[in-house]
């Protein structure tokens, strides 16, 4: 059972070495299993839900492997965002993930965003970081896919998918002065002196725990 009202809830495809770290199943279940709540490549989907005291948690479903089709709920990990300053956002609370299963991104207040990295190996939050957000009147946010993640999904790659893909780093890491970023994020808010909307993007380093602008 879940103590509080739900107020966001998303989906999270977890990656292979995640799956096998800590949803490691039967071999006489695996098949059925995997074809309820993974695809083709062993990546297990999950779910990440907020709660109306902003605690998180990371859940997913695994087969019983009684032969009967029992599903039991497996609870990865979960955290508080609370905080004691901070004015809580006019849109509503917010969690975002990463299409790669990287990080997970919460906003709830005003000015900033809490990101949680998602440990590929044993399956739990690491330790979180906090980046300023200079929109204030944001109307919403997401996560963008990739190049990288594009490729994966589609089971295919061609030289011209590739090569558009380096390029793009090599601008990104140009443009920045350093590495491509882990995530981008892009951000559509208001301005209210002009009452205009805008969009705008923001690159995530989980090892530096930092955010930079992004390409436009």
Same mark, same amino acid.
Request: hydrophobic share 30%; glycine share 8%; aromatic share 6%.
């Given at each position: 059972?879940i103590?509080?009202?739900?107020?966001?809830?998303?989906?999270?495809?977890?990656p /292979?070495?995640? *799956?096998?770290?800590?949803?490691?199943?039967?071999?006489?279940?695996?098949?059925?299993? @995997?074809?309820?709540?993974? #695809?083709?490549?062993?990546?297990?989907?999950?779910?990440?839900?907020?709660? +109306?005291?902003?605690?998180? !948690?990371?859940?997913?479903?695994?087969? *019983?492997?009684?032969?009967?089709?029992? !599903?039991?709920?497996?609870? $990865?990990?979960?955290?508080?965002?609370?905080?004691? &300053?901070?004015?809580?956002?006019? !849109?509503? =609370?917010?969690?975002?993930? #990463? =299409?790669?299963?990287?990080?997970?991104?919460?906003?709830?207040? #005003?000015?900033?965003? %809490?990101?949680? /990295?998602?440990?590929? &190996?044993?399956?739990?939050? +690491? =330790? $979180?970081? #906090?980046?300023?957000?200079?929109?204030?009147?944001?109307i919403?946010?997401?996560?963008? $896919?990739?190049?990288?993640?594009?490729?994966?999904?589609?089971?295919?790659?061609?030289? @011209?998918?590739?090569?558009? @893909?380096?390029?793009?780093?090599?601008?990104?890491?140009?443009?920045?002065?350093?590495? /491509? /970023?882990?995530?981008?994020l !892009?951000v559509?808010? %208001? *301005? +209210?002196?002009? *009452?205009?909307?805008?969009? %705008?993007? $923001?690159? &995530?380093?989980?090892?530096?725990?930092?955010?930079?602008?992004?390409?436009?």
């Open positions: 059972p103590f509080g009202r739900v107020v966001a809830l998303q989906k999270v495809r977890l /292979p070495r995640y *799956d096998s770290a800590t949803l490691s199943s039967s071999s006489s279940s695996s098949s059925s299993s @995997s074809s309820a709540t993974s #695809d083709a490549r062993g990546r297990r989907d999950a779910v990440v839900f907020l709660t +109306e005291r902003f605690k998180f !948690c990371l859940v997913s479903w695994r087969e *019983d492997g009684g032969g009967d089709g029992g !599903c039991s709920l497996v609870t $990865h990990d979960m955290g508080d965002a609370r905080m004691r &300053i901070g004015r809580e956002t006019l !849109c509503g =609370p917010r969690v975002l993930v #990463d =299409p790669r299963g990287r990080m997970i991104a919460l906003h709830i207040y #005003d000015g900033l965003l %809490r990101v949680v /990295p998602l440990s590929p &190996i044993t399956g739990k939050f +690491e =330790p $979180h970081f #906090d980046v300023k957000l200079d929109e204030l009147e944001v919403d946010l997401v996560f963008l $896919h990739d190049d990288e993640h594009a490729d994966s999904t589609s089971g295919n790659s061609s030289s @011209s998918s590739s090569s558009s @893909s380096s390029s793009s780093s090599a601008s990104a890491s140009k443009n920045n002065g350093g590495s /491509p /970023p882990d995530a981008t !892009c559509l808010y %208001r *301005d +209210e002196r002009e *009452d205009e909307r805008h969009l %705008r993007t $923001h690159g &995530i380093d989980l090892k530096a725990r930092t955010m930079r602008d992004g390409q436009w």
